[in-house]
C-alpha cells in the first residue's frame, strides 16, 4: 500500500439501477478532510453510501480505502468505516446502554465506557427504548457510536435533514470535535447546500442520472 493513499478513493465507478445510474465517478477523500458531496433529492446519495459500505456493488470501477480494495481485507475495512443512513442500522427495541453493550460484542475496538460518557455528555436519555428518540436524538446516536468505533473513515448520508436548529449544531460541534482529535477522513453526502458549506473543505458535485 503506497503511502501516498487516498484515505477513500473512487475510480471510474459505475452503478445502474433501473432507470438510474451513477456514471464515471471519480472522486477522492484525504484523512483530516471533509469533503461535502452535493446532490439534489433522489440523486444517488444513498446509493453511494451503500456503495463505498459494500451493501451494494458498482458494474465496474474500483473502490479503494487507504489504497486497498474491499476484497483485499473486508473485515479490516469495515471496521474503518463507520456510515450513518438517514434510518438507523440498530435495534431499536433496545435502551442506549444494552444497545452499546451489544455492539461491544461484535467489535472490539468499540471505546463502551468513553461512549457512555459521550452520551451522557449529549444528554441523551438513558430510560427510555429508542423507538420513543426524536429523529434528531437518533442521529446525535449514530454519530457518538461511530466515533467511538475505530472509524477511520466516516460517511454521513444527509445526516442534518429533518432535524432542529439546536441539533445540527450539536451535531456541527461533535463533527468539529472529532476533527480535531482524529484524523478522519468525512463524506458529507447532502441535498442542503447550507449544510455543506459549514463543514466542507471541498465541495464535489454529484452527476447522477435518470433516463
Same mark, same amino acid.
Given at each position: 500500500?503506497?503511502?501516498?493513499?487516498?484515505?477513500? *478513493?473512487?475510480?471510474?465507478?459505475?452503478?445502474?439501477?433501473?432507470?438510474?445510474?451513477?456514471?464515471?465517478?471519480?472522486?477522492?477523500?484525504?484523512? +483530516?478532510?471533509? /469533503?461535502?458531496?452535493?446532490?439534489?433529492?433522489?440523486?444517488?446519495?444513498?446509493?453511494?453510501?451503500?456503495?463505498?459500505?459494500?451493501? /451494494?456493488?458498482?458494474?465496474?470501477?474500483?473502490? /479503494?480505502?487507504?489504497? #486497498?480494495?474491499?476484497?483485499? %481485507? *473486508?473485515?479490516?475495512?469495515?471496521?474503518?468505516?463507520?456510515?450513518?443512513?438517514?434510518?438507523?442500522?440498530?435495534?431499536?427495541?433496545?435502551?442506549?446502554?444494552?444497545?452499546?453493550? &451489544?455492539i461491544k460484542k461484535l467489535d472490539k475496538n468499540f471505546d463502551f465506557e468513553n461512549f457512555l460518557l459521550d452520551a451522557k455528555r449529549e444528554k441523551l436519555d438513558f430510560k427510555t !427504548?429508542?423507538?420513543?428518540?426524536?429523529?434528531?436524538?437518533?442521529?446525535?446516536?449514530?454519530?457518538?457510536?461511530? $466515533?467511538? !468505533? +475505530?472509524? #477511520?473513515?466516516?460517511?454521513?448520508?444527509?445526516?442534518?435533514?429533518?432535524?432542529?436548529?439546536?441539533?445540527?449544531?450539536?451535531?456541527? +460541534?461533535?463533527?468539529? *470535535?472529532?476533527? /480535531?482529535?482524529?484524523?478522519?477522513?468525512? $463524506?458529507? $453526502?447532502?441535498? %442542503?447546500? %447550507? &449544510?455543506?458549506? #459549514?463543514? &466542507? %473543505? !471541498?465541495?464535489? *458535485?454529484?452527476?447522477?442520472?435518470?433516463?
Amino acid at each position: 500500500m503506497s503511502s501516498t493513499s487516498h484515505a477513500l *478513493e473512487i475510480k471510474n465507478l459505475y452503478y445502474s439501477k433501473g432507470y438510474f445510474s451513477i456514471k464515471d465517478l471519480n472522486l477522492y477523500v484525504d484523512s +483530516n478532510e471533509v /469533503l461535502g458531496v452535493y446532490a439534489s433529492p433522489g440523486m444517488g446519495k444513498t446509493t453511494l453510501a451503500m456503495l463505498i459500505g459494500n451493501a /451494494l456493488e458498482p458494474e465496474y470501477g474500483e473502490i /479503494l480505502y487507504f489504497g #486497498q480494495s474491499m476484497r483485499d %481485507d *473486508e473485515i479490516l475495512i469495515k471496521e474503518k468505516i463507520s456510515i450513518i443512513y438517514d434510518t438507523p442500522n440498530f435495534n431499536l427495541n433496545l435502551k442506549i446502554e444494552t444497545l452499546a453493550k &451489544a455492539i461491544k460484542k461484535l467489535d472490539k475496538n468499540f471505546d463502551f465506557e468513553n461512549f457512555l460518557l459521550d452520551a451522557k455528555r449529549e444528554k441523551l436519555d438513558f430510560k427510555t !427504548r429508542l423507538k420513543n428518540y426524536s429523529k434528531s436524538d437518533l442521529k446525535v446516536l449514530s454519530l457518538l457510536i461511530a $466515533l467511538n !468505533r +475505530n472509524t #477511520q473513515i466516516l460517511v454521513l448520508d444527509d445526516l442534518k435533514i429533518g432535524i432542529e436548529k439546536d441539533k445540527i449544531n450539536q451535531i456541527n +460541534n461533535l463533527i468539529k *470535535e472529532a476533527i /480535531l482529535k482524529k484524523k478522519l477522513a468525512i $463524506l458529507f $453526502l447532502t441535498s %442542503d447546500k %447550507d &449544510a455543506i458549506k #459549514q463543514l &466542507a %473543505d !471541498r465541495i464535489f *458535485e454529484l452527476n447522477s442520472k435518470m433516463s
